[in-house]
């Protein structure tokens, strides 16, 4: 019984029970003597409620009690509360905003019902590496033989994504929007704010319906309740908006506003080459991803025996909707929160030196206070409650800092998932920003201040000097800084190298100067190649007459924007082979395309009108390299398709797929050579314009142009091929501005953190400094000293910090487009910034040790 | 030695406990077992102070000055420390013990009191 009173005395501050604890065992053991079985029960449950009943409030008298304390000292000493607070925001607020970025992106549950379930279907390779998302679009034909084959879906559905014309009445607006078939929008599951989802068995005569995003009726509608049964222009065609979706739908991208129905009929699945779908699906009760991958795959097998032709080498990318981004994106974010945590350490290691140069500097005072009768452990709680205020503060400042980070790491939210591009503030955000409170204050506040209780000595009383072991360990602790710091900088300087490599990849074309907008000719009323000729014709002449233009051309695709249209060709007397080495990119161009894309002409001719009826193709350098080694393409004959056609010019090779990834061989034809087909998606649609003067300046005439020759055929997609090609380094340029903020918030806590040091070393040693320039010491060499102190550190930590760095950057090896880990340029700029930090961080002490008057220090001692 | 009367009135209303160990050291000194025993006894076992609000209140009242810890040369037991009543603490008492038998004559006034049944 006394035993388990014993126990509950533990609850009480640790001084009230050193004071009472012995009296009250004995007055409850003498009162429990004094009873029965059930009395005694009664009296422990008793005794337990007394204990939290007095314990909490004594507790909370203690911590009033240091907290008015501890604002009184920090009042005395605002530099360093500041400091730490603002040091604990800066690790608090980077680790908050990194690991809520990267739980938002990597482990949040997408905001749809039962996110776990949702899948996607696409089309991609029979074969090989099928890469992550969406590799290829499916055909309708396809998607309704995937619909129909399986049972492993409860429901699957496809859609297309676009942009379209709004017209309401005010200013018309290009929309992102996506048509989707009647299943989409009731197996994603989310349902409209207001309305209703489309009619599903709408049939055709019937005006179409819009369902539009939330964003789009607050901007465009002003949140007008009555939006529902407008009537709105889409491309102009009259729809009636039927529902509107809440904030949070982001489906299928970060952008779409509108939702439109996309119907199939029958002469839409008559050609299995002709794909534009994507498909969305809900895996069936206890079906996994993988039987349905499986499924899939049966159905593949028969597809491909079925139609050779067109599904011969068509497979499946099939894949949970929530890993719908790359995995360079996920190495990013795993990178961002590793550089967070080597924040958070740096950012402890300076508290803990912080709060260490404040321990020596309050000796005195803590040992009066021991003196005075204040216990080791009244002592220690004391500081602790210090470093808990401190760090509460710092952390909530914290959250504020994460807040005000988010808008820089939202560059790392792919735009690939249906989220948003900021986590906003939740409670897991808080939660995480607690723990990372936690982690700085306690971790690192506490243990200086617990060596700091256990040291209130005598010593100290009587004037001793902190010890030198303490100095020691505080230049280790910078020197961790110091490694740190130098981790940040190689990481983020490597991601900087990486993006200029990249950058000075050759695309084979010159970008500036270049305008491009997109008109998609509609079929049947273009299905024949005269006509489409005819209207391409009468743009490019006027487009090529206005000031400043220099060539126009239209091409089936620009590079690195159409990344496919991919064709295989082989030589005469070869078999056709499906591997790699005989596929070509392939484009249908009208004359003056390479002049308008600056594609050097190496040899031969560009295309001419004239080539409509002849069977010639112009080729790219490697094309020739591949098929004619070491000898003269032109005027050699190649099979595509089953026709043979001869080489007449030979231009300068382009990285279609963008600048980071290898591309086929580019073959060009002549617009004309698609024929009738009713596919549109080979068809000429790109304007490729190039200038002498602004690009975007000529828009407006272009656009005349258009609207004159054709006026129903919308232009759009306008932009220029600099743009085009900006968008190929964007991320990257994204991840080097992340990481290289986190570098210079890393490189000023470790440059504090030497300058603290050395410092405080200055301080302690103005009477070792008054003496010595009283014998004659050279002050310059006193002020060296002071600055060697500083660099020994520095080399301290830049040696281990370069190791742990090479180890780093070998992890992050898939971003840095092969500039090696061990980058001298990086390193060496590396040790320059942090001998330039730590020779800033030593000035103002080495002036300040320079400034000692020997006369008034030795008047002081 | 008078006390400033704003000094006593400041501690107004006493907590019960307070005023029953106040009420048991105003006959003499006792150690904190004593007080608990005899607080029992003289409220007929109605009143019974649990060990963790007997001390907390004890504390309490030695930080206001209104008991003190007295030097006793033999004890039966050399852990248990006596206390006994101040000045200041006997004058608290005393007002505290004046406001309840005002409270209880404006009852008395309203009819409320009631016999000792």
């Not at chain 1, 989409?184 to 068995?201: A, I, K």
């Not at chain 1, 894309?597 to 031969?604: D, W």
Request: glycine share 10%.
């Amino acid at each position: 019984m006394t035993r388990l009173y014993r126990i509950l005395l533990r609850l009480y501050p640790a001084g009230f029970r050193r004071e009472y604890g012995d009296e009250m065992a004995a007055l409850f053991a003498a009162r429990a003597s004094a009873e029965g079985g059930a009395g005694r029960i009664r009296l422990l449950a008793g005794a337990a409620a007394d204990t939290v009943a007095n314990a909490v409030p004594l507790h909370v008298e203690m911590l009033g009690q240091d907290l008015r304390y501890t604002a009184r000292t920090l009042r005395r000493a605002p530099g360093f509360a500041l400091t730490a607070i603002l040091v604990t925001a800066i690790a608090v607020g980077a680790n908050t905003a990194a690991f809520s970025v990267a739980d938002f992106v990597l482990l949040r549950p997408l905001p749809f019902p039962e996110p776990e379930t949702l899948v996607r279907l696409c089309a991609g390779p029979r074969t090989g590496p099928v890469g992550w998302g969406c590799n290829n679009q499916l055909s309708p034909a396809d998607y309704r033989d995937f619909r129909d084959q399986t049972s492993s879906f409860a429901a699957l559905g496809a859609y297309m994504r676009d942009a379209v014309n709004l017209v309401d009445g005010g200013e018309p607006a290009r929309v992102p929007t996506a048509f989707v078939t009647s299943e989409v929008l009731p197996l994603v599951g989310v349902r409209p704010l207001l309305g209703t989802w489309h009619e599903p068995d709408a049939d055709a005569t019937s005006m179409p319906t819009v369902v539009i995003g939330h964003g789009l009726w607050q901007s465009r509608f002003g949140g007008d309740r009555n939006v529902l049964g407008r009537i709105v222009g889409l491309d102009g065609a009259a729809h009636a908006v039927v529902g509107v979706m809440p904030p949070e739908f982001r489906f299928p991208g970060r952008d779409v506003q509108l939702w439109t129905p996309l119907r199939l009929v029958e002469a839409d699945f008559e050609d299995r080459g002709n794909n534009y779908l994507e498909a969305v699906g809900r895996l069936a009760d206890g079906v996994t991803f993988e039987q349905a991958r499986a499924d899939l795959d049966v159905i593949v097998e028969r597809l491909a025996r079925a139609y050779p032709e067109t599904n011969e080498e068509t497979g499946v990318s099939f894949f949970r909707m929530r890993e719908e981004f790359s995995p360079r994106n996920r190495l990013m974010l795993q990178a961002l929160c590793g550089a967070a945590l080597c924040i958070l350490l740096l950012a402890c290691a300076n508290l803990a030196n912080l709060l260490l140069a404040r321990a020596s500097v309050r000796e005195r005072e803590l040992a009066v206070r021991a003196a005075l009768g204040a216990g080791r452990e009244r002592l220690a709680r004391q500081m602790i409650t210090e470093s808990i205020a401190l760090a509460a503060v710092g952390g909530a400042a914290g959250v504020l800092v994460a807040v005000l980070m988010f808008p820089l790491l939202s560059l790392l939210v792919p735009s690939s998932l249906p989220i948003g591009s900021v986590p906003g503030l939740n409670l897991r955000m808080l939660a995480l920003a607690a723990v990372f409170t936690a982690l700085t204050g306690i971790g690192f506040g506490v243990a200086p201040a617990l060596r700091a209780g256990g040291r209130a000595s005598l010593d100290a009383l009587r004037g001793g000097r902190a010890g030198a072991h303490r100095q020691r360990y505080r230049a280790v602790l910078v020197a961790i800084e110091v490694g740190l710091c130098v981790v940040l900088l190689v990481s983020s300087g490597l991601l900087l190298r990486a993006v200029l490599r990249v950058q000075s990849v050759d695309a084979g074309f010159r970008a500036d100067g270049v305008l491009t907008l997109r008109t998609v000719l509609p079929k049947p009323e273009y299905g024949s190649a005269e006509k489409r000729d005819r209207f391409y014709g009468d743009v490019l002449a006027q487009v090529r007459r206005l000031p400043g233009v220099r060539s126009a051309a239209y091409t089936s695709g620009l590079p690195m924007v159409m990344t496919g249209g991919i064709a295989r060709v082989v030589l005469p007397g070869q078999e056709v082979r499906r591997d790699a080495d005989y596929r070509v990119s392939r484009r249908y161009v009208t004359p003056g395309y390479f002049a308008a894309l600056g594609v050097p002409l190496l040899a031969g001719r560009d295309l001419e009108d004239a080539d409509a009826t002849r069977s010639v193709a112009v080729v790219s350098e490697s094309f020739a390299e591949r098929y004619w080694p070491g000898e003269d393409a032109l005027g050699r004959a190649f099979l595509f398709q089953g026709s043979t056609r001869v080489v007449v010019g030979v231009v300068g090779d382009i990285r279609v797929r963008g600048l980071e990834r290898e591309s086929e061989p580019q073959m060009y034809l002549p617009s004309s050579h698609i024929g009738d087909t009713p596919l549109s998606f080979h068809d000429p649609k790109e304007l490729v314009v190039r200038t002498a003067g602004s690009e975007l300046a000529l828009v407006p005439a272009v656009r005349d142009i258009i609207r004159r020759v054709d006026p129903d055929q919308p232009v759009s997609d306008v932009r220029t091929l600099s743009d085009v090609l900006a968008t190929q380094t964007a991320p990257r340029h994204a991840q080097v501005r992340v990481l290289a903020a986190l570098a210079i918030i890393a490189l000023l806590l470790a440059g504090l953190g030497i300058h603290g040091l050395l410092a405080y070393t200055v301080a302690q040693q103005r009477h070792d400094i008054a003496v010595r320039l009283a014998l004659g010491a050279e002050p310059a060499r006193i002020a060296r000293n002071v600055v060697r102190n500083g660099m020994s550190i520095v080399l301290l930590g830049v040696v281990p910090g370069l190791l742990v760095a090479v180890a780093a950057a070998g992890s992050m090896r898939a971003l840095l487009f092969g500039v090696p880990t061990l980058d001298p340029v990086t390193i060496v700029a590396t040790v320059v910034v942090c001998i330039a930090m730590a020779a800033t961080g030593a000035w103002l002490p080495a002036r300040r040790a320079l400034r000692v008057s020997p006369m008034s220090v030795m008047r002081a001692e | 030695m008078t006390h400033a009367r704003d000094d006593i009135d400041a501690l107004l209303p006493l907590p019960t406990a307070a005023f029953h160990i106040l009420l048991v050291l105003s006959t003499g000194d006792r150690h904190g077992y004593g007080i608990s025993q005899d607080v029992e006894a003289a409220t007929d076992g109605a009143v019974r102070l649990a060990p963790g609000t007997l001390y907390r209140t004890i504390q309490r009242l030695l930080e206001q000055g209104l008991i003190t810890e007295r030097r006793v040369a033999v004890t039966v037991d050399p852990r248990r420390r006596v206390y006994g009543l101040t000045a200041f603490g006997r004058a608290v008492a005393g007002a505290e013990s004046s406001r309840l038998a005002e409270l209880v004559r404006l009852a008395e006034v309203a009819g409320l009191l009631l016999e000792p049944s």
